[in-house]
Every structure is written in structure tokens, then in C-alpha cells.
């Protein structure tokens, strides 16, 4: 099986990230049976982001394309912090993205059992020990990356006595904090994650999932490695920060080792978005603050967010494969995801008219009891996508600033006198407008048509220089739009002094239109269901979209939409 994926993806000679070449290496060199098995280890104590979607495309990405599988692995180990809630919305989370985890659903708390008995296994071997003291004393007494720590008064404490305490942390006999298991390393080491980690705690709040059945938990260093073990992980890829962590892991694991099987960890540089934050204990304290409307709010960098604000799985993947996976970190551009997402929409949202900001239109020479149906391409990208039936009559709306009473040079939109073609129907001359003297308001275009000039008719050559989107007044229906801006003002809004964050936060993130003016069609709109409103952008029915009462979030802007709408 996998000879043959690797031949199949040899041949393909595209380039491959170290990591995968480091798999390929694995599976040609015959370790642990050439087996590729890796895994995606959540902890949740928040909603998933779009920096998880880098590690989740690698782990199933990489099990995918050489026939190895990709468990789901909820990192439960601190009972304090995490919730139900977000366990489902991960689950929901990482099917949307297009992966699955078959029946290998697990939870480092599946494996309390096994890793307290290699704790005691661990004491009883002399290579780890109880420590009486609290925890800014053991962290004082472990020195400086260039001075050796110093080593506990209970470092030589005889095995029968830290067993014996073991056993009764864990009975409840002793308050948190108060004492702590270490594994028994090296205090001179220069990584200071060897100088006699913590390896277990005691925490008396009950586990979503164990109860009160533990009142000591494991370290995440402790259960990582180990659960990888157990699961017969065969390649551990995590981010950058455990780097310095890996002589532990592999210490650990060497521990456990009965055969020649072992996991071997990889580290990649995270996704880091411009203009926003990674961080779940950030993220989560803008939805306790009520500074966005929940975790799915479309400006938050969370997959429910992104889905929400009409992000597709393929626009993401597609940002993923061009950032690719390095050992440097670096901030990501957010406009290379606007990027994606655009390419991909261009190619499969249906074009719609839509009006944000409306100013009426008459035709006078139209009859007003004329109602015509426009047959109009629903994507000029895509034939196949067919054509739609959009009705058009003497009374439209337009946008109110695609008319000017006093243009510049080069104003290609309507003025007085000047003529546009209105797309997918007919050239009209702006004849005269009323405008609210009080406000200065234009009120009403009044425009001629030349009734030769239909699209696709014979006079349809002829050519104007500006074209305009126009929704019929008498068939438009109303519409809430919702316009998202960065949710941060400054670039590295993480960045800046612990907590300033807050400071950063862009005021005119979301602004919201309420009466706009759409295509008839758009009356059916379910929700996420995703558009290109022409000249304006791509934007998709929000979750709380219904007919009658229609929302719609804009996803992204357009670019470059004269370009195009002159042809
Ligand atoms: P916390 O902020 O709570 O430490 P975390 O962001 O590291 O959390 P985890 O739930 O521990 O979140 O992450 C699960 C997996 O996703 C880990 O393997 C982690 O390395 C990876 N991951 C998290 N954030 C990013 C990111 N920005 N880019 C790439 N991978 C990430
Ligand atoms: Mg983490």
C-alpha cells in the first residue's frame, strides 16, 4: 500500500514540505513497518481557529496521501478549563474542513489509568519522586538556562516514601499545590524542561469525563508522548514551542519503550494572521467582554467564525498549501486569504444584483406598467451555471454613488447627460434628478432608455463606458447587509504589551445597512448559501437569514470589478 503511494506521489514530482519528506524517508527506511499514523490533539478549552486548520490539513493530510490513518485526540487533562461545548463544535469543525476520524475518537483522560501506573512504575524505578515543596520554590531552585538548578531536599527521598505519598495525592489526603510528582532527570541539564520536570498535580475539580475518580492529573508533557505511544502514533507533528520540548518526550517514551516502535515528534511553524489574535484565552475573553457576538461572530479567526462569514473548506485549504509548512515563524498576510477565498468564489458563486445604498431611478419613455424578465449569465467563469430571469420595469434602484450631479474627469458612472448601460438590459441617459435641498440628498434620477440598445439585441454593440448593476423597484426585495472590517486596527495586535489588545480593537469592524435592495431571486436565500453581488462583492445569507427577513454577511470585497464589467 504504501510503496505504491509513494511511487504514485514521486511521480507527481511536486514539491514536498520537510516534514512530508521526512515521512517519506520514515516509510522508505522501514520504520515502525512503514506505517504512517498520526494524530490531532485539541485541547478543549476553546473553539477551534484557523491556525488549528494548519496542523489539522497536515495530520490528515499527510495520513490521506500515504495510506496511514489520523486520530482524533481530545488533550483532556485539565479538568479546570475545559468544556463539552467545545468538544462538539470541534468535532463539527474538522468534518466541515473535510476530514474524518472513523471510529478513533480518543481522550488523553482514556489513558489516567495507564499513566499513573508509569508513574508508579517510574518511582519505583528511582526515576521519579514526590516534592513537598510549592511550586515558585521548585521553579526558583531550577536555575537559569546558563546556571544549574538545584536540587530538591526531596530528590533522594527513598521510593517506598514517594510511593506511599503517590498513592494518598491521589486519595484527596493533600490540598493542591502542595505537593507535586517530578520525574528524576538532570537539574545541570542546559534544556530546562530536563531539570526534574513536573510530571503530575493535584486538582480536585471533577473531570467532564473521569468525575472524581482523580485528584492527581498528568502534565501535558507527561501525557502527550505516552498517549502517542499507546496509539501507535508513528509521526507527532506539533508546533514550533515544543521544540524545546522533544529530549523530554523522546526521554519519556524511552521509558516506555518495549520494542522498536517508537513516535517521533515534528515541529512546523504556526499560522499567524495579521490584523487579528491566535490566542484561545484572548479569543475567549472577547466573547465573555461582549467585544464580538460570540465565537462564530464572521470577524473572529475561528473556523464557526469563517464559516459563518461564507468562508468555504477549499479557500481555506488553498491559503494553507501556499503559506506552507517551515521551521520560521512569521505573520501571515490576511490578504492572502482574501486571496483564496475570492479565486475560489469567482469560480463558483452565482452573480446576483444588489443595491446597498439605494437612490430611485425613473425611466420615463419605459411604460410603467411594463414589466420585462432580463435573461441574465449567472456566471460568465462558469456557462454551466446556466442563466437566471430578472424582471425589469420603468422604476429601479441603482447605487447612490454610481451617480454624481458633478463628476470629475474620468467619471465613468451616471451624471447629467451621460449615458451607461444598465447590465443585461438597456442604455439610459440621465436626463434630470431632484435633490432634497435641506440635505443635499439626490432623491430621484430621472433617465431616458434607448429601446434599441437591449443586451443581445441588434443595437446591443453599441458601446457606453460605464456599466451599473440595478435591481426593478416594484420586485426588490429588502435586505439587512452586515460589512465586516479587520477586528483589529494594528497589524500585530498580539504583539504589543500583555493584554493591550484590547486597545487595538477597530471600532468600525462592523457596520450594518439595513434596506438594501436585492435581486428578486435572492428572496430564497438560505442560510450560507454564498453570491457575487456585482461590482460589490461576494457575501453569503448569514445563519439568521429567513425569508422575509433576509441577512446577508459580506465575506470579502471585490477587486478589480470595473476591469471587468466594462467588457
Ligand atoms: P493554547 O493556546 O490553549 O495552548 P493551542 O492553540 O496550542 O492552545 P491546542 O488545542 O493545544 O491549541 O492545539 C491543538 C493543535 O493545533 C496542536 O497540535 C497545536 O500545535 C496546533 N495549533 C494550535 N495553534 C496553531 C497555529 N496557530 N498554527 C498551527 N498549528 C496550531
Ligand atoms: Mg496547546
Not at 425613473?362 to 411604460?367: D, E, S
Not at 444598465?422 to 431616458?448: D, H, P, R, V
Not at 483589529?488 to 469592524?509: I, M, T, V
Request: aromatic share 10%; charged share 30%.
Amino acid at each position: 500500500m504504501n510503496d505504491h503511494t509513494l511511487k504514485v506521489n514521486e511521480e507527481s514530482k511536486a514539491p514536498v514540505s520537510f516534514i512530508e519528506q521526512f515521512i517519506i524517508d520514515d516509510i522508505r527506511e522501514g520504520k515502525n513497518d512503514g506505517r504512517v499514523h498520526t494524530r490531532f490533539p485539541p485541547e478543549p478549552n476553546g473553539y477551534l481557529h484557523i491556525g488549528h486548520a494548519k496542523a489539522i490539513c497536515l495530520d490528515f493530510g499527510m495520513a490521506e496521501k500515504y495510506g496511514g490513518k489520523c486520530n482524533l485526540r481530545f488533550d483532556d487533562t485539565n479538568p479546570v478549563k475545559e468544556e463539552v461545548e467545545y468538544i462538539d463544535s470541534i468535532k463539527e469543525d474538522i468534518h466541515w474542513l473535510g476530514f474524518d476520524w472513523e471510529n478513533r475518537e480518543f481522550y488523553a483522560s482514556d489513558y489516567f489509568g495507564k499513566l499513573f501506573e508509569f508513574a508508579v512504575d517510574l518511582i519505583k524505578r528511582g526515576l521519579a519522586y514526590v516534592d513537598d515543596q510549592p511550586a515558585d520554590i521548585i521553579s526558583t531552585q531550577k536555575g537559569t538556562p546558563t546556571r544549574p538548578g538545584q536540587a530538591s531536599p526531596y530528590r533522594e527521598r527513598p521510593a517506598e516514601e514517594s510511593l506511599d505519598l503517590f498513592y494518598r495525592m491521589n486519595e484527596g489526603e493533600f490540598e493542591e499545590g502542595s505537593r507535586v510528582l517530578r520525574a528524576k532527570i538532570d537539574m545541570a541539564s542546559p534544556n530546562m524542561h530536563m531539570r526534574d520536570p513536573i510530571i503530575y498535580r493535584i486538582l480536585k475539580t471533577p473531570h467532564h469525563r473521569t468525575g472524581d475518580t482523580w485528584k492527581v492529573y498528568p502534565m501535558y508533557d507527561f501525557a502527550h508522548g505516552q498517549c502517542d505511544y499507546f496509539e501507535g502514533i508513528t509521526h507527532s507533528l506539533c508546533t514550533l514551542e515544543f521544540e524545546i520540548h522533544r529530549p523530554l518526550y523522546d526521554w519519556l517514551v524511552y521509558q516506555l519503550k518495549t520494542s522498536d516502535y517508537r513516535p517521533r515528534q515534528i515541529e512546523f511553524n504556526r499560522l499567524n494572521l495579521n490584523y487579528t489574535i491566535m490566542s484561545k484565552r484572548k479569543l475567549l475573553e472577547l466573547v465573555r467582554e461582549g467585544s464580538v457576538n460570540g465565537w462564530d461572530d464572521p470577524r473572529m479567526p475561528t473556523l464557526c467564525g469563517l464559516r459563518r462569514r461564507g468562508y468555504t473548506p477549499e479557500s481555506i485549504k488553498k491559503f494553507i498549501d501556499l503559506i506552507g509548512y517551515t521551521k520560521v515563524e512569521a505573520i501571515n498576510d490576511v490578504s492572502l486569504l482574501e486571496h483564496a477565498i475570492r479565486d475560489d468564489l469567482n469560480l463558483r458563486a452565482p452573480r446576483v444584483f444588489g443595491v446597498l445604498d439605494p437612490v430611485k431611478l425613473i425611466i420615463t419613455n419605459y411604460p410603467e406598467a411594463k414589466v420585462e424578465e432580463m435573461d441574465i449569465d449567472n456566471n460568465p467563469e462558469d456557462p454551466g451555471m446556466g442563466s437566471r430571469k430578472v424582471p425589469f420595469s420603468n422604476e429601479i434602484y441603482i447605487e447612490r454613488d454610481d451617480f454624481m450631479e458633478d463628476p470629475p474627469h474620468k467619471y465613468f458612472r451616471l451624471s447629467p447627460g451621460t449615458e451607461v448601460r444598465l447590465k443585461g438590459a438597456y442604455i439610459i441617459k440621465c436626463e434630470s434628478f431632484k435633490k432634497n435641498e435641506g440635505s443635499g440628498l439626490i432623491e430621484e434620477i430621472y433617465c431616458t432608455y434607448d429601446p434599441a440598445s437591449r443586451s443581445g439585441g441588434e443595437a446591443a454593440g453599441r458601446k457606453v463606458k460605464g456599466t451599473l448593476h440595478w435591481v426593478s423597484a416594484q420586485h426588490a426585495v429588502n435586505a439587512e447587509v452586515r460589512l465586516y472590517d479587520r477586528l483589529f486596527d494594528h497589524e500585530d495586535p498580539a504583539g504589543q504589551k500583555e493584554d493591550d489588545y484590547r486597545k487595538f480593537l477597530n471600532p468600525d469592524s462592523l457596520k450594518i445597512l439595513k434596506g438594501c435592495m436585492l435581486e428578486p431571486s435572492l428572496a430564497s436565500a438560505k442560510p450560507s448559501d454564498k453570491f457575487q453581488f456585482q461590482r460589490v462583492g461576494y457575501f453569503c445569507a448569514d445563519l439568521d437569514s429567513k425569508p422575509g427577513s433576509l441577512v446577508f454577511n459580506r465575506t470579502v470585497s471585490l477587486k478589480d470589478t470595473w476591469a471587468k464589467m466594462r467588457k
